[in-house]
């Protein structure tokens, strides 16, 4: 089991920065390969960002050199950095761990509750 706690939502102005973290327990972090995902209303989830357990970093288009997915196995967290927020970035942000080499929203095993992101226009 792997449990996963999401913090560092809020409102921001578009242009603006946030960083989500994600903080996991249970066993070892570094078995998993990584995920952030996100899901606005009426929409379905996402796959923003994810990393392997190596360290290998993959991002969807709508979000390549805007954001930065990195991990920390020492402290058992992964980290969002999202940087020249839309408004189209708004969403509830999930973290989510899975043991296999793919990341997607359909294999993923372990998932947090989310952190809300809200951005004005």
């Known amino acids: 089991q792997v449990q996963l706690v999401e913090s560092g939502g809020g409102l921001v102005q578009a242009g603006g920065s946030l960083r989500l973290s994600c903080a996991a327990s249970?066993?070892?972090?570094?078995?998993?390969?990584m995920g952030w995902f996100r899901q606005a209303p009426g929409k379905e989830r996402e796959l923003v960002a994810a990393?392997?357990?190596?360290?290998?970093?993959s991002y969807a288009d709508s979000v390549k050199g805007r954001f930065t997915i990195s991990r920390d196995n020492a402290k058992n967290t992964v980290d969002l950095q999202m940087n020249s927020l839309k408004p189209e970035d708004a969403a509830v942000y999930y973290c989510?761990?899975?043991?296999?080499?793919?990341?997607?929203?359909?294999?993923?095993?372990?998932w947090g509750k989310g952190t809300l992101v809200t951005v004005s226009s």
């Open positions: 990393i392997s357990r190596g360290g290998t970093t």
């Open positions: 249970g066993r070892t972090f570094s078995w998993y390969a």
């Open positions: 989510a761990a899975t043991s296999g080499l793919r990341v997607g929203v359909d294999v993923m095993g372990y």
